[in-house]
Structure formats: structure tokens, C-alpha cells
């Protein structure tokens, strides 16, 4: 699973570095898509922690397709890094279909669906897990089964065609 992110995440941040665009909105009724990409790292605020995890980065990788009727489809894969109340690290593995999106006013992208989490503890993965991600200008907000988790992006970024 590591290796496919890490693969998925160097040919979307080729694509995104080679390819610069500015935002836009898709035009409602004429069959217009908007198409998020991107791939990047980013550092969570003091405090951050999902499953007892105390979380310090993200790193996070996109390919969603919108089209202007509120669906979506592509993937979302992120991993947090963290760690554990024992002070061991920590990675927690984020593997999402998205099923709906719309492009916000200020031309950011918000999409969502199911994801599948592995905690990294041994444990089995968890599936259906619901997911939003909200990406914002300098930052990627991460909704993982209602827990709202903001990471200031440090490297890479987001796109909207």
C-alpha cells in the first residue's frame, strides 16, 4: 500500500509542478467538470489527534474528478504521521473513493465519500469510514468520521482545472 501512494504521489506532484493553472469553477449546466489534483506534505497545529494519536504532519496525494452535478470520482490517499501514547511512531494510512464534491466560491475544491483507514497499530483496516477534505488557500482540511483535522501545507499543493 506504501509503495502505490508514494508512486501515486510522484506522478501527481509531476503532472501538478509541469502543468500550472489557476483556479476555476465549473460551469453549472453546460456540462462543465472541474478536475482536482495534487500532492503535497503539510504540518498540523499543536493538539491534532485522531484514534489516541497525537498527530505532527500529513502527507496527501489527489485525483478527483467533479462534474457540475455534485458527484465526484477519483481517490484520496493521505498518511498522518504521529505518536502513539507510548511514544512510539505512528503512520495512519487514509485510502478514500470520493463520491461527491463541489467547488467552493473562492475556487477551492471540497469532496467526499468512503474511505478505508489503517491505523498502523496491527490492528484491521477500517472500511466505510466517511470523509470529507476541504483544501483552502495554504491549508487541506481533513474530515475523518467527524473529526476535523487541519494541516497547514508545507510542501506541494493543490490544483483545479
Known amino acids: 500500500m506504501m509503495k502505490r501512494l508514494v508512486i501515486l504521489l510522484a506522478a501527481i506532484l509531476a503532472v501538478t509542478t509541469a502543468v500550472p493553472s489557476q483556479p476555476v469553477q465549473p460551469v453549472a449546466g453546460q456540462g462543465g467538470a472541474a478536475v482536482v489534483t495534487g500532492a503535497g ?10 484514534g489516541g494519536i497525537s498527530l505532527r504532519s500529513l502527507r496527501f496525494g489527489q485525483g478527483v474528478l467533479m462534474p457540475s452535478d455534485g458527484s465526484a470520482s477519483g481517490q484520496f490517499q493521505a498518511t498522518l504521521l504521529g505518536t502513539s501514547a507510548l511514544g512510539q511512531p505512528r503512520e495512519i494510512a487514509v485510502e478514500g473513493e470520493a463520491s461527491s464534491g463541489y467547488i467552493q466560491a473562492d475556487g477551492g475544491p471540497t469532496f467526499s465519500g468512503l474511505c478505508t483507514l489503517d491505523m498502523g497499530d496491527g490492528t484491521p483496516y477500517l472500511p466505510g469510514v466517511p470523509f470529507t477534505v476541504t483544501a483552502k488557500a495554504g491549508a487541506v482540511v481533513l474530515t475523518l468520521a467527524g473529526t476535523v483535522l487541519t494541516a497547514k501545507v508545507t510542501a506541494g499543493g493543490v490544483t483545479v482545472n
Request: aromatic share 20%; no cysteine; proline share 0%.
Open 41 to 50: 506534505a503539510g504540518l498540523f497545529s499543536d493538539g491534532a489527534v485522531f
